[in-house]
């Protein structure tokens, strides 16, 4: 019987589709709130408790998980995973960061020009977002009158995809992707933890502040999910009759405190035999690049930019503009930006490498420098 393993080992899969649809969802969720405002109902919210935007990134970091977990496993060292991950993150980030601060900002700004630039909150929002830590999501005077204000609420995900790189990494450096118990005891431990904490905030309001490590555990949950997978794979079959005790399972816990942890299991199973049922079509897509970071990391201030342009926007209208330029800016950035430096990671990590046995041999009290 054909396993996730067997279907890994091969290059073709549907994954770069998966994740483009994925960040096509993100920007239709987001074209209600950014059209209408907080009060607009987002689609699918009403009918599962999560946004279709939500839905999206559960699809996200399942699907990392699992391939981060792989990409870990075949790199030599951590500097050559961390090498790889920050190539694929940061030239995108930085560029729509730049763009957004000393082009979008200053075109859109109510400000005056010289105050805009003065504002140390320019300068933080370009300085926090590419640490990750406390990111800023408006700019002075930009868009502050749009129904909803921002400029790209979209990159608060970033945070905790680069947390859960280095927890994979941290993993990976203690061979627990090879054999033994090791990982079966991280999952034992993460899903303690994980129980007692969604326990806490039910039962208490203790915890109500909260939010980052509540956010943390909603979406960890799908990545440990595909690192599992990844762990496991040469156990899970590619069957879809595996899917559908899981969709029962989700479908007898809906309104359940239970529900969102069975819904996640089941459709991460979804996406896993659909990631794999290859088709020739499908292989063809593949050949055109992953668009799909530029798609998510672009699409939220174009959609900005269009409902301060064009007032009363409605949803589905804020959709087939956006999208064309969305996907524009996406090439763009795989072509030119993402896709290049990914072909440098060798070098960089090569070059990283050099530059810390430098560093070795002459620090004090180490290597050559030592005496």
């Not at 079509?281 to 269009?306: K, M, T």
Request: glycine share 8%.
């Amino acid at each position: 019987m054909t396993t996730l393993g067997d279907l890994a080992s091969r290059r073709n899969n549907n994954f770069n589709l998966i994740r483009m649809l994925a960040a096509t969802a993100v920007l239709i969720s987001h074209s209600y709130p950014l059209a209408l405002g907080s009060s607009a109902v987002e689609p699918l919210s009403n009918w599962i408790g999560l946004t279709l935007g939500e839905l999206a990134v559960v699809t996200f970091f399942c699907v990392s998980g699992f391939f981060i977990s792989l990409s870990r496993d075949r790199a030599p060292s951590n500097l050559d995973f961390f090498s790889a991950r920050f190539l694929r993150i940061y030239p995108g980030l930085t560029l729509v960061l730049l763009l957004s601060v000393f082009v979008v900002g200053p075109i859109f700004t109510t400000l005056g020009m010289l105050d805009y630039f003065r504002a140390g909150a320019t300068y933080s929002y370009l300085s926090n977002n590419l640490m990750l830590f406390s990111m800023k999501f408006q700019l002075p005077g930009v868009f502050e009158n749009n129904p909803w204000p921002g400029i790209n609420g979209s990159l608060w995900t970033l945070f905790y995809e680069v947390t859960l790189y280095v927890l994979v990494g941290g993993l990976g450096a203690f061979a627990f992707y090879e054999r033994g118990l090791r990982f079966a005891g991280f999952l034992v431990i993460y899903a303690a933890i994980y129980i007692v904490f969604k326990l806490l905030m039910a039962n208490t309001t203790l915890l109500a502040d909260f939010h980052r490590m509540q956010f943390f555990f909603n979406w960890s949950l799908p990545f440990v999910l595909g690192m599992s997978f990844y762990r496991y794979r040469q156990h899970i079959q590619h069957r879809f009759v595996w899917f559908l005790p899981l969709a029962a399972l989700a479908a007898w816990s809906y309104q359940k405190p239970f529900f969102f942890e069975s819904f996640v299991l089941a459709w991460t199973y979804l996406i896993f035999y659909l990631g794999f049922a290859t088709h020739p079509w499908i292989d063809r897509y593949n050949q055109l690049g992953d668009y799909s970071y530029g798609v998510y990391i672009y699409a939220f201030p174009v959609q900005e930019i269009l409902a301060h342009q064009i007032s009363g926007i409605s949803p589905v209208m804020m959709m087939l503009l956006a999208f064309p330029v969305v996907l524009i800016a996406a090439m763009l950035s795989w072509h030119f930006i993402e896709k290049p430096a990914m072909s440098r990671r060798h070098i960089f990590a090569a070059q990283l490498a050099a530059r810390v046995e430098g560093l070795k041999a002459y620090w004090p009290g180490t290597g050559k420098g030592a005496a």
